[in-house]
C-alpha cells in the first residue's frame, strides 16, 4: 500500500477547532423559522452545542472507535453530532431518513452502533425495538422531543461535565458511508481523518471564490461521501454559511428565500430547474420567447468566439443588454445571487451545461465514488472543459487499465491512487480485496479516457455495460442521457442484457405532452395518453429519429415501454443520489419487459 503525507489539519477535530477560531462570529447554518424566514446560527454557537453534545457522548460511555449513528436529514444536529462524535475519536454512522426500516437494521448492526440518534418520534417508533435485537446499540435519542431522550438533553448532561476532545491521527476511521446498495446489500465505506480533510482541502483551492461571504443551499445528504466532502466540510474550511432545502416541492421558494451564491448538487436537479425554464418560455410565446431565444443564441455566439480565442465588440454588447433583460430575471428565480455550481454523480448533459454557462451559472463537473471520499477529478474555473469530469486533483494519480476493454478501444478502466482511498470495507475483506489492488491503486468500474491535455471522460460503467446477442456492447446511461433531453421525456431505462435489441422505458412528460393532446384534440389525462396508440407511435417516432444523430443501429431500442410512475427513492428505484438502480426496475417491470422480446 502506498504511503501519504497528510497536511495539518489531518484530521476532522483540529479541522474544526481552527475554523471556529477564525470564524466565530461567522453564520454557519440558516435555519428555516416560523414566520417564513431564516434565522442565523454562527460557528461560535454551533461550536458550544459541539461541545456539549461531545460531553454527552463521554457521559454514555462513548470512546475510541465506537459507532454513533443518525437517521435525520441535514440539519444543524446533524453536524453538531457528527463533530461531538469526532471528538471522542469515535466512528460517526449516517443514514437516510427515507430508508427501509430493514436497511436502517443492517447498518446500525452491521457497524455495531453503541448510540443513535433520530429526527423525530414516528422514527424513533419504527426503532426502538433495535436495543433489544442489537447487542450493541445500547442508547436512541430523539432530535424533535421535549424528554429525557432529546437532544437537548444530551447536549445539557455534556454542559454539566465537559470534556476536552480527543484528537484523531490521520488513519483513524471518521465515518462509515454505507453504499446504496444498487446490485447488493450496502457496504460500509470505512473513511477516514486524512481521506475527508484531504478531498476537501485539495477540491476547495481550484475555486478561489469560495470565501467567507459565501452562502451555499444543501440540497444533497450529507450521509452521502459528495455532500459531506464538497459541502459540509469544504464550507466549514472557509468560514462560508449553508442554508436548508426543506424538500425538493419547496427548493423554488428556498432559492428564494435563502439566495444562495453557489450551489453543490447533482445533473438531475439542474435539469430540472433547465426544463422548468424551456417550459415557461415556451408557455410565454410571443416577444419573450422570441427574446429568450435571441439572448440565447447571441451567448452561445459569444462563448464560441471565445473558445476561438475571439472577441466581436458589438456582439459583447448585444449579450450584455440581452443578458440584462432576459438572464437576469432567470437567475432572480434561482435567488439572485448564484455564480457557480459544482456537480457530480453523473455527468452533466453537454447542451445544459452549455446553456447554464451562457445565463452565467458555470457548472463544474467533477468525479469520484464514496470509496474516494469521493473527489478525483474536477473542473474548476481555471481549468475547464465542458462534457469532461475534469483534472485530476493535486496528490492523486490515476492509471487507464485497457485489459478490460474490447480490442483497440482507448478506454478502460479507471484506477485511483491517493490519500483519498478508503481505508476497505467493513467487515467485507473479499470485497476490499476486489477493488483495493496490491499497490494500493483503487479499481472504480468506471471506463473513462483522457484526452490530450489530461482531461478524464467517462465513458461507461463496467457493471452497466452489457452485450447484445450480437456481440455488440452497450453502455445504457449514455443512451438515456440523451433520451431524457426531448422535451417529451420526464424519465428513461434502456435495457437488453443478453438480448437481441434493446428496449426503453420511457415516463413521459405529461406537463409537455398534455400540449400535444390539445392539438390534436384528445384526453391530456396520462391513463389516457398511455393508452392511446397514436400517441406511443409519436413518441417512439420522435426518439428513433433523435437517437439516430448520435447513435448506432443497434444501440437505439426497437421497442418502448410507457410508465405512469417515476422512478423514486420511494419506490426503490434510485439511490439517494438520484441514481438508478436498474435490478429494482427490471424486477419490477419483468413482466412488460419480457413482453417486448416475444
Known amino acids: 500500500m502506498a504511503s501519504w503525507v497528510y497536511e495539518k489539519p489531518d484530521n476532522l477535530v483540529d479541522w474544526w477547532i481552527e475554523s471556529e477560531k477564525k470564524f466565530s462570529d461567522n453564520v454557519l447554518f440558516w435555519v428555516h423559522d416560523s414566520e417564513g424566514g431564516i434565522a442565523p446560527l454562527s460557528y461560535g454557537e454551533i461550536g458550544k452545542r459541539i461541545n456539549n453534545a461531545r460531553g454527552g457522548l463521554a457521559k454514555l460511555g462513548i470512546g475510541k472507535d465506537d459507532a ?5 436529514p441535514n440539519r444543524p444536529e446533524w453536524a453538531v453530532l457528527a463533530y461531538a462524535t469526532y471528538g471522542r475519536n469515535a466512528r460517526f454512522i449516517p443514514m437516510y431518513e427515507k430508508e427501509l426500516t430493514q436497511t436502517w437494521k443492517y447498518i446500525i448492526a452491521d457497524s455495531a452502533v453503541k448510540f443513535l440518534m433520530v429526527s423525530s418520534q414516528d422514527i424513533y417508533d419504527e426503532v426502538k425495538g433495535f436495543c433489544d435485537e442489537i447487542e450493541t446499540l445500547e442508547k436512541i435519542f430523539i432530535i424533535d422531543s421535549d424528554s429525557e431522550i432529546s437532544m437537548a438533553a444530551l447536549e445539557k448532561i455534556g454542559e454539566e461535565a465537559p470534556v476536552e476532545p480527543l484528537i484523531p491521527v490521520f488513519d483513524d476511521v471518521a465515518v462509515l458511508i454505507y453504499t446504496s446498495g444498487t446490485t447488493a446489500e450496502p457496504k460500509g465505506v470505512l473513511l477516514t481523518h486524512g481521506n475527508l480533510t484531504y478531498c476537501s482541502r485539495a477540491g476547495y483551492r481550484l475555486y478561489p471564490d469560495l470565501v467567507e461571504s459565501q452562502v451555499g443551499i444543501s440540497m444533497l445528504p ?18 462560508g454559511s449553508l442554508g436548508f432545502m426543506r424538500d425538493v416541492t419547496t427548493l423554488a421558494e ?18 430540472k430547474i433547465y426544463d422548468g425554464i ?7 410565446g410571443g416577444l419573450k420567447k422570441k427574446l429568450f431565444d435571441l439572448a440565447c443564441a447571441t451567448a452561445r455566439e459569444k462563448r464560441e468566439l471565445a473558445e476561438e480565442g475571439r472577441t466581436n465588440g458589438f456582439l459583447n454588447f448585444k449579450q450584455k443588454l440581452l443578458d440584462k433583460i432576459v438572464f437576469s430575471k432567470v437567475r ?61 486533483l493535486d496528490g492523486q494519480k490515476v492509471v487507464i487499465d485497457r485489459t478490460v476493454s474490447e480490442e483497440g478501444a482507448e478506454d478502460g478502466e479507471i484506477i485511483v491512487y491517493g490519500p483519498n482511498i478508503m481505508k476497505g470495507y467493513h467487515n467485507k475483506p473479499e470485497e476490499t480485496a476486489a477493488v483495493i489492488m ?8 468506471d471506463r473513462g479516457r483522457f484526452d490530450e491535455d489530461g482531461f478524464l471522460w467517462i465513458t461507461g460503467r463496467i457493471k452497466e455495460q452489457y452485450k447484445l446477442t450480437n456481440g455488440k456492447y452497450v453502455f445504457p446511461a449514455v443512451i438515456e442521457e440523451e433520451v431524457k433531453l426531448m422535451p417529451y421525456v420526464a424519465n428513461a431505462m434502456v435495457y437488453g442484457d443478453g438480448k437481441p435489441y434493446n ?62 410512475e417515476d422512478f423514486t427513492i420511494e419506490n426503490r428505484m434510485l439511490t439517494q443520489t438520484m441514481k438508478l438502480k436498474r435490478r429494482n426496475v427490471i424486477d419490477t417491470y419483468a413482466d412488460d419487459i419480457e413482453k417486448l422480446y416475444s
Open 278 to 284: 424551456q417550459l415557461k418560455m415556451s408557455d410565454a
Open 254 to 271: 428556498d432559492l428564494k428565500i435563502i439566495r444562495p451564491t453557489y450551489l453543490i448538487s447533482v445533473p438531475r436537479v439542474f435539469n
Open 438 to 445: 496490491a499497490d494500493g491503486g483503487f479499481r472504480t468500474g
Open 503 to 564: 428496449i426503453c422505458l420511457i415516463l413521459p412528460d405529461f406537463e409537455v405532452t398534455a400540449r400535444w393532446a390539445a392539438i390534436e384534440n384528445v384526453s391530456a389525462d396520462p391513463d389516457d395518453l398511455l393508452s392511446n396508440e397514436k400517441f406511443r407511435d409519436m413518441m417512439t417516432e420522435e426518439i428513433k429519429a433523435h437517437l439516430r444523430n448520435t447513435f448506432g443501429g443497434y444501440e437505439i431500442p426497437e421497442k418502448f415501454l410507457f410508465l405512469r
Open 68 to 72: 454513533v449513528g443518525i437517521i435525520a
Open 222 to 239: 450529507w450521509a452521502h461521501s459528495y455532500a459531506l466532502s464538497a459541502e459540509l466540510n469544504n464550507w466549514i474550511q472557509f468560514g
Open 332 to 392: 432572480e428565480a434561482m435567488g439572485g445571487r448564484v455564480t457557480g455550481a459544482l456537480t457530480a454523480s453523473a455527468a452533466m448533459n453537454k447542451e445544459i451545461a452549455e446553456f447554464y454557462y451562457d445565463i452565467g451559472i458555470p457548472i463544474y463537473d467533477c468525479y469520484g465514488l464514496t470509496e474516494t471520499s469521493p473527489a478525483v477529478t474536477m473542473n474548476s474555473p481555471n481549468d475547464w472543459r465542458i462534457g469532461s469530469v475534469g483534472k485530476v
